[in-house]
């Protein structure tokens, strides 16, 4: 018997209310006229898996999965892709026709292709990478840069043990710089990424150094609140080439959106738009 219900997707994090996922997923379903729903979920830690597995029973094909629940997902998947194993989170699951629980990580992915399409004359063997940050959001830029044949990755962050954990984790590529010294790096780097919330509104700004940036270097912010941070000022200033952050947002959720309805969007202009407005 074949299956007529609407597919039904959303975001699943505790709080919810902030995400930009619905407005992007509804904008997709509208632009291809596909029938479904996405809907933003609140759920709270403690009734998570109870919540998750009653999901497909409900018709939902699948869910993006945000803080703080992301590590947890991995413990009740039945499968986890090797991208999500690597860096120790999830964020988009899908509900097998065998009633399954499969878990990814699309963040790496999401922030390549942000970066290739904001600044399309990137050669990741161009020279070392320094990224801010160790957090989770760091990990998958990490993991997606070391497979994109960066040769090496400079990595600084407020707590050096937690980036001692990410060189230990990923391997000799990596070397791990003192917070202080972070400024000192940028030289001869031809990529800088911030994975560090500092710079978001409502957050203490990035107070690194930034006069060693070098012409021509590719400087990105995770940070899409407000779209133009103060890091990516100074960089443009100096001739660098700047990449924003809302690109990841929205490349990460292509995947899962093919996925669940059948369709590969386009991220163009109006995407962006749909998401600011």
Not at 60 to 85: C, L, W, Y
Not at 166 to 186: H, I, M, P, Q
């Amino acid at each position: 018997m074949t299956d007529t219900r609407i597919p039904l997707a959303g975001v699943i994090g505790h709080p919810v209310a902030h995400s930009r996922s619905p407005q992007l997923h509804g904008h997709w379903l509208r632009k291809y006229g596909l029938p479904g729903h996405y809907i933003p979920m609140d759920i709270a830690p403690e009734d998570f898996e109870s919540a998750l597995r009653m999901l497909p029973k409900l018709g939902f094909v699948g869910a993006n999965v945000t803080i703080p629940h992301k590590e947890r997902v991995m413990e009740i998947a039945d499968q986890v892709s090797d991208r999500a194993t690597l860096i120790g989170a999830a964020n988009t699951i899908i509900f097998r026709a065998d009633g399954g629980i499969h878990a990814d990580n699309t963040d790496g992915y999401g922030f390549l292709e942000n970066l290739r399409q904001g600044a399309p004359d990137w050669d990741p063997k161009a020279g070392p990478a320094v990224v801010l940050g160790a957090g989770g959001a760091a990990r998958a830029v990490v993991a997606a840069l070391l497979d994109s044949g960066v040769p090496e990755i400079r990595i600084t962050n407020r707590t050096k043990l937690r980036a001692e954990k990410l060189r230990e984790d990923f391997g000799s590529r990596l070397s791990v710089v003192e917070w202080v010294k972070a400024g000192n790096v940028l030289e001869d780097a031809a990529l800088v990424v911030n994975t560090t919330s500092l710079g978001m509104v409502g957050k203490p700004e990035l107070r690194v150094p930034l006069d060693g940036l070098r012409r021509g270097a590719v400087v990105t912010d995770l940070v899409y609140a407000p779209l133009q941070t103060r890091l990516l000022r100074v960089a443009e200033e100096q001739g660098c080439t700047t990449v924003d952050g809302l690109g990841m947002l929205i490349h990460q959720a292509v995947p899962g959106f093919e996925r669940w309805f059948g369709q590969r969007p386009e991220v163009d202009e109006a995407t962006r738009a749909a998401i600011l407005r």
